[in-house]
């Protein structure tokens, strides 16, 4: 059966910003479209969630935070997007680093989108939550201006520790792979493009 993947896509110039055109290009949009190309070149199978352009608001709600405490889905938009995690096998975000960490719409697509007792179980588990969708990878590409040894080193990999830490390893999910294109601002297009082709899945 092939891998069914979903992209989770957060960048303001959407998805569609991948050619070297003035004010409307982005390296995650590239990126985007280099896997998106590779997965479906093997087969699988590939679900696109662009945040910005489906106009995804990140700010939770009281309403909202009623229903999440409810384990009910938070609006019919973050309801289609649980149906769509689950039915994937992995699940790749792709965003920017904005001071260290992801931009707020991935942050409150977490928030929404992995609710209790709807993507993950409260009381169960060895931490107290575990996962409803056990089979479920997830992959994290983000281009950095920081470089990789000053985010270990300095900064201690924050967006590692919450996502494969909190995000993964304390709900039991199935594993967690980040894939960082460090020092983005200051390569040359043909570093960036070498180094977006050597992206694996």
């Known amino acids: 059966m092939a891998t069914k993947n979903l992209i989770v896509f957060d960048h303001p110039y959407g998805i569609g ?3 070297n055109e003035p004010h409307n290009r982005s390296l995650c949009a590239a990126i985007y479209k280099s896997v998106r190309a590779k997965l479906l070149a093997r087969g699988e199978e590939v679900d696109v969630i662009d945040l910005i352009a489906d106009g995804f608001n990140p ?3 009281r309403e909202e935070l009623v229903n999440w405490r409810l384990g009910q ?4 938009q973050v309801e289609d997007y649980q149906n769509r ?5 992995r699940v790749i975000f792709i965003f920017p680093m904005y001071w260290e960490l992801m931009p707020a719409s991935t942050k409150g697509f977490i928030d929404k989108v ?3 007792d709807i993507m993950y179980q409260s009381g169960a588990g060895r931490f107290g939550m575990q996962t409803l969708v056990p089979n479920m990878e ?3 590409i983000t281009p950095m201006a920081s470089s990789a040894v000053t985010y270990s080193e300095m900064l201690g990999e924050p967006l590692v520790k919450a996502m494969r830490t909190a995000f993964c390893i304390k709900t039991e999910g199935k594993g967690f792979s980040w894939i960082p294109i460090d ?3 200051s390569r040359t297009s043909e570093e960036l493009s070498a180094a977006i082709e050597a992206i694996e899945l």
């Open 17 to 19: 910003a991948s050619e």
């Open 59 to 61: 700010v939770m709600s």
């Open 73 to 76: 889905p938070m609006s019919p």
């Open 85 to 89: 995690m689950k039915a994937c096998n």
């Open 114 to 116: 992995y609710a209790k």
């Open 138 to 140: 997830v992959a994290a």
């Open 183 to 185: 020092q983005a601002h």
